[in-house]
């Protein structure tokens, strides 16, 4: 069917497939990247694009979502969760990086475990990311469905006692679904511009929250008992939130269109980290500063409007609702494209069937992939739950990230002749292995549940494999 | 190939214009590869003289990535990338072809043509028997590369050519002289006089003009003619002659500064 050229004979599935190469991961120069056939693969993504993409799917939670589940949970100490996040995903961002720069292809995380740590790592991983992706997808699909039923609230429709979260988020969830699989002109530009609406009204709100906070306009705030419940609560907490951190891994699955990549690609993943955390931290800092913590967590996932309603009067709060509609539906929508990616990646790789990677011929885009991403969320939406949600998604991308980081220093110690990287970690082995250990070390934190989902999924991964692909190789595979 | 080799043309009646030109041109023509547009063989008989790049591209979603699609359907676009060089080799010239797939169709074009130095640009439109070319000057052209195409397309071959300045009431742009400026390059590179028409007119929309004057002509040369803020909200001038014409317009680009 394709016209990559087959790996190798012996490196066959089930049915009798094998790993696809369509170029090498090192024939990128600048704007494009050459087939074997040598047809260009056009990149289009800017910095700005890249950034977007990042920004735009992690946003969605950490402000909109979190604030009242984690003031819950740590108090004020929330802050310092979502800085835990934030130092912990810089840690894997860096490793990342790196991998990235060396090789740009769609497929991110998957790709370098594969490549780096062989298949069975690899097909954990890969189809591991494609299930943590929908679990993200669904987490922010029922946070779209809270501010939704609240904007309808908000609008004097009677919503009280129905339960309207859950049929909102699933009929959002059918139509993004819908939406991508007839092709959508302008869904970057459209989601560049998003991001910048959202980060104008956050830091308006925020920059007045803050000064506020601090007493600039009045007496500060009686500051509330930083670590209320005692200090593992914020660990708890920071493995609850740190699905807040996800999206910079989203960066590199779409490596493949990053225009300039050895620049843009760590520029765009450890800009857009930094530019989230920052943002939470002071997020957690004024939202604890206006209501404490008690009230704060009785609001539940829409908080912050109740915050942006003590400074701004109705109209803020109106503006806060908007800005989290539109955030939870830019995070689910970058979420259901990264997770058709994800797909794309492993089914090249034939550890599914390679019909996943099929494009539709009237539309062209990955009907198989997207209805793989769209399909099993629906299913998780109705779940509803929206702490397992989270929890599920972290740890399932914090496994990928522990693992990326051994990638890194498993590249490093015998470095293939082909392995250039633009960017190289300083102090790579203390870096990495730091990151490995705090990524595996945050699950620990999580609750039991959602550890053995994590775990089964994984295992669940372990066997496909081994019924299916066993006999496929991808360790130093180009 | 660069860009001062010498103009490769065997035919002898050619000659005695090929020696002024200056500059080969090199014209890009890019092609929806997979949607079945094609290349009429008048068409490609016409550019034959000049030397020829065909970029045949697809478009994708964004949702969709490059290399997906190029593992689905590179096959296809090499054979009818093919089946176009082969549209040029039978008017006996032998093109450069390239294949890329992309989200930015205007991105692409636009590498493709910096990278193999091409001095113009097809923008494509079903074309006949071509023999008459309109030129609507309106400042925005390099002289010596416009001079080097018709020369080079025309010499050779029948057909007449119209020089036509046309510009806004207001513009502070010299039309008359830019004109007789072409005309003498064009006597310059061996384009025979009685051949030629050479005009110049004023008008309030001088692109809406351009589009209802082409449907007597059967192709148009001119300029990219970029007005920034405009071309930014309804596209360059030329793109938008090409969406109203019938002719194929060919868009000489800007030397590189």
């Known amino acids: 069917m394709g016209t990559g050229t087959d790996v190798g004979a012996e490196s066959t599935n089930l049915a009798g497939e094998s790993p696809e190469q369509v170029a090498e991961p090192t024939a990128a120069e600048g704007e494009t990247t050459v087939t074997e056939e040598g047809s260009e693969l056009e990149r289009t993504i800017g910095l700005t694009g890249g950034i977007a993409i990042g920004v735009g799917t992690m946003i969605g939670a950490g402000i909109f979502v979190f604030p009242g589940l984690a003031a819950g949970r740590a108090g004020p100490a929330a802050a310092g969760s979502f800085a835990i996040g934030a130092v912990i995903a810089l840690l894997v961002a860096l490793p990342a990086s790196e991998l990235a720069t060396a090789m740009p292809k769609s497929g991110g995380g998957y790709y370098f475990i594969s490549r780096g740590l062989g298949a069975l790592p690899g097909a954990v991983v890969g189809i591991s990311i494609w299930l943590g992706l929908v679990f993200a997808t669904a987490f922010y699909l029922v946070g779209f469905g809270n501010y939704a039923a609240a904007l309808l609230a908000e609008a004097g429709v009677p919503v009280e006692g129905v339960p309207v979260v859950v049929p909102l988020a699933l009929l959002f969830g059918v139509a993004l679904t819908a939406l991508n699989l007839v092709g959508t002109e302008n869904a970057a530009k459209l989601q560049n511009y998003v991001v910048g609406l959202l980060l104008t009204i956050l830091v308006v709100f925020l920059g007045y929250g803050g000064l506020d906070a601090l007493g600039v306009f009045g007496a500060p705030s009686a500051p509330e008992r930083f670590l209320p419940f005692g200090p593992l609560p914020m660990f708890t907490t920071a493995a609850l939130v740190f699905t807040s951190y996800l999206g910079f891994a989203q960066v590199a699955t779409v490596a493949g269109d990053i225009k300039n990549p050895g620049r843009n690609l760590p520029l765009a993943m450890v800009g857009s980290v930094l530019i989230v955390g920052v943002l939470y931290v002071v997020t957690i800092f004024v939202a604890t500063s206006a209501f404490g913590s008690d009230p704060l967590s009785r609001f539940g996932e829409t908080a912050i409007v109740e915050v942006a309603r003590s400074y701004f009067g109705n109209v803020g709060a109106l503006a806060i609702l908007l800005a989290g509609l539109l955030a939870t539906v830019s995070s689910a929508n970058a979420s259901i494209l990264s997770t058709s990616r994800a797909v794309f990646a492993v089914s090249k790789d034939a550890l599914v069937p390679k019909v996943a990677s099929r494009l539709n011929l009237a539309y062209g885009t990955p009907h198989v992939a997207l209805a793989m991403a769209g399909g099993p969320v629906l299913v998780l939406v109705a779940f509803g739950e929206v702490e397992v949600l989270a929890e599920v998604a972290s740890f399932l991308h914090l496994v990928m990230y522990g693992l990326l980081c051994v990638a890194l220093i498993a590249m490093r110690r015998d470095e293939p002749e082909w392995y250039d990287p633009d960017f190289r970690v300083p102090a790579y082995r203390a870096v990495a292995g730091v990151g490995a250990v705090a990524s595996f070390g945050l699950i620990a934190f999580m609750q039991r549940v959602s550890q053995v989902i994590g775990l089964a999924i994984m295992l669940a991964a372990a066997g496909w494999y081994k019924y299916y692909a066993s006999d496929v190789q991808l360790k130093g595979v180009l | ?257």
Do not use: C
Not at chain 2, 110 to 138: C, F, M, Q
Not at chain 2, 154 to 168: I, M
Not at chain 2, 207 to 235: C, K, N, Q, T, W
């Open chain 2, 1 to 257: 190939m660069t860009a001062d080799e010498p103009n490769t043309s065997s035919e002898s009646d050619r000659d005695a214009g090929a020696r002024a030109i200056r500059e080969p041109p090199r014209i890009l023509v890019p092609v929806a590869v997979l949607e079945g547009e094609a290349l009429s063989e008048p068409l490609a008989a016409f550019l034959a003289p000049s030397e020829v790049v065909v970029l045949g591209y697809h478009v994708l979603p964004e949702q969709t990535p490059t290399e997906q699609a190029s593992m689905q359907f590179e096959d296809r676009a090499q054979a009818a990338i093919e089946d176009i060089a082969e549209t040029f080799r039978a008017a006996g010239r032998d093109v450069e072809t390239r294949v890329a797939f992309t989200h930015d169709r205007d991105q692409t074009v636009e590498r493709v043509a910096e990278d193999v130095g091409a001095t113009a640009v097809l923008l494509p439109n079903p074309a006949g028997e071509l023999r008459d070319v309109l030129v609507p000057i309106r400042g925005a052209v390099d002289p010596d590369r416009l001079a080097d195409l018709l020369a080079t397309l025309l010499v050779g071959g029948g057909g007449t050519v119209t020089l036509w300045g046309v510009t806004k009431p207001d513009a502070d742009f010299d039309a008359e002289a830019a004109v007789a400026d072409a005309r003498e390059l064009l006597v310059d590179r061996g384009m025979a006089t009685e051949r030629m028409l050479a005009e110049a007119t004023t008008s309030e929309s001088p692109v809406r003009e351009i589009i209802e004057r082409s449907a007597d002509y059967d192709v148009v040369v001119m300029g990219r003619g970029a007005e920034p803020v405009y071309s930014a909200l309804f596209g360059d001038p030329s793109e938008r002659v090409a969406g109203g014409a019938v002719a194929p317009v060919i868009v000489v680009r800007d030397r590189e500064v």
